[in-house]
């Protein structure tokens, strides 16, 4: 998948994939500035010594970097593939001057989703938002030779190991060298090239990024949203984006991939404001239930972490440690919020994670939390915050799915 670009009488489009998520808040750039300090006397692709870290997941480099420099002025997010013939005419329209279709999902790593994109390095760079990066012929190198760039913000809050992150919550999660820290295009985390859609579940091309260069974008949404018709795309100014971190006026569609898929799927939210957000109505009804369990009583939470939950806290009382558990200390499971502070959804937001002896186990302290309850919760599939780079000891969360026999 590529860019494709509208002109008059011919379309020309080409394929790419790519993941994303976050925005990082730098400056919108507008036409491509005069650099020729940079622009000149750096060599080609072909006279470089370029890395390839993983040769299972390499792409040519893209050598020096070629055409019209600018972020998205609109971002196009479906939960499936979205037609090449929508494609084309969104880039026909008059205004449209660039569409670069990409890959994107959601990825859960420890309580927050990651934003990934799956992208043709060569077409992509020109929709970051940062000239400096765009030109930067390292990080797409990088990315082409099978590693992941990640936006800057993320350095001190994404566990790393050995240069290495695991894009997902369990100890089988493709681990991904990080090649660069650096600035992404709007609403992404991290970029990878697009041979890896396939390890990370990712639908192929279920993401737009348009420019529309001098014509404001704003009229150009509901022609936009025509030529969708009868696809679940959302439709997202930028504007918006660049002082929210995302559209409030548009239903947000997030792609949730990895082991926690089946219990999540499509999950698609408007944002109320003050950190709350309120799913779609039909998918509460289908994921989200309150059942008794032992210990804690009655809780709501995602319907599929039950049978472990239950299996789980039936293992703490027959062990003799039901007291290591106190239930006017718990703080809940289901909440429709993002993590505070930011626009990033948790497990909390699925219903797939609880808070447990709150008081004792705040974020970033070693905690209280009993290792034997530990050790029952690690055995039937969740992960406990407590190991985490930032640790959150309160947390457990579900990080694959366990049927009990």
């Not at 077409?123 to 099978?146: F, K, L, S």
């Not at 990712?202 to 990024?209: D, I």
């Not at 109320?272 to 804690?296: F, K, M, N, R, S």
């Amino acid at each position: 998948m590529g860019r494709v670009r509208g002109a008059a009488g011919a379309v020309a489009l080409l394929l790419a994939a790519a993941v994303t998520a976050g925005c990082d808040g730098s400056s919108r750039a507008g036409q491509q500035p005069s650099d020729p300090a940079t622009a000149s006397s750096r060599a080609t692709a072909s006279a470089r010594a370029v890395p390839v870290a993983d040769p299972d997941h390499a792409v040519e480099p893209p050598g020096r970097r070629t055409g019209r420099w600018g972020p998205p002025d609109i971002i196009v997010t479906s939960a499936k593939t979205i037609p090449a013939d929508r494609v084309a005419a969104i880039a026909a329209l008059p205004g449209v001057t660039d569409v670069e279709r990409v890959s994107r999902v959601e990825i859960p790593v420890e309580n927050r989703t990651l934003t990934v994109l799956a992208v043709d390095p060569a077409t992509y760079r020109n929709y970051v938002t940062d000239y400096r990066t765009a030109q930067a012929d390292r990080v797409w190198d990088r990315v082409a030779g099978g590693e992941v760039a990640v936006r800057p913000g993320l350095s001190r809050k994404l566990p790393t190991e050995d240069g290495y992150v695991a894009l997902g919550s369990t100890d089988d999660a493709p681990r991904v060298h990080v090649g660069a820290w650096a600035l992404q295009t709007w609403q992404a985390d991290a970029v990878v090239n697009d041979t890896w859609t396939d390890e990370l579940d990712m639908p192929e091309g279920n993401a737009l990024l348009v420019r529309t260069a001098k014509v404001a974008p704003g009229p150009l949404r509901t022609p936009i949203e025509r030529r969708l018709r009868g696809t679940d795309a959302s439709v997202q100014m930028t504007d918006a984006v660049a002082r929210f971190g995302l559209d409030p006026d548009v239903v947000q569609t997030a792609v949730v991939v990895g082991t926690v898929a089946d219990a999540v799927g499509v999950y698609r939210y408007r944002v109320l404001g003050g950190g709350a957000i309120a799913p779609d109505p039909g998918w509460v009804a289908e994921h989200i239930t309150t059942q008794p369990v032992p210990i804690l009583g009655n809780v709501t939470c995602n319907k599929l972490i039950f049978p472990q939950l239950r299996a789980a806290l039936e293992e703490v009382r027959a062990r003799g440690l039901a007291d290591k558990i106190h239930p006017g200390e718990y703080a809940g499971c289901y909440n429709a919020r993002f993590i505070a502070g930011s626009t990033t959804l948790s497990n909390h937001a699925f219903g797939l994670a609880l808070d447990l002896n709150v008081p004792g186990n705040q974020r970033g302290s070693v905690g209280d939390m009993d290792r034997g309850i530990v050790s029952i919760f690690e055995h039937w599939g969740f992960t406990w915050g407590g190991r985490w780079s930032w640790t959150d000891p309160m947390h457990f969360e579900m990080n694959r799915l366990v049927r009990p026999d």
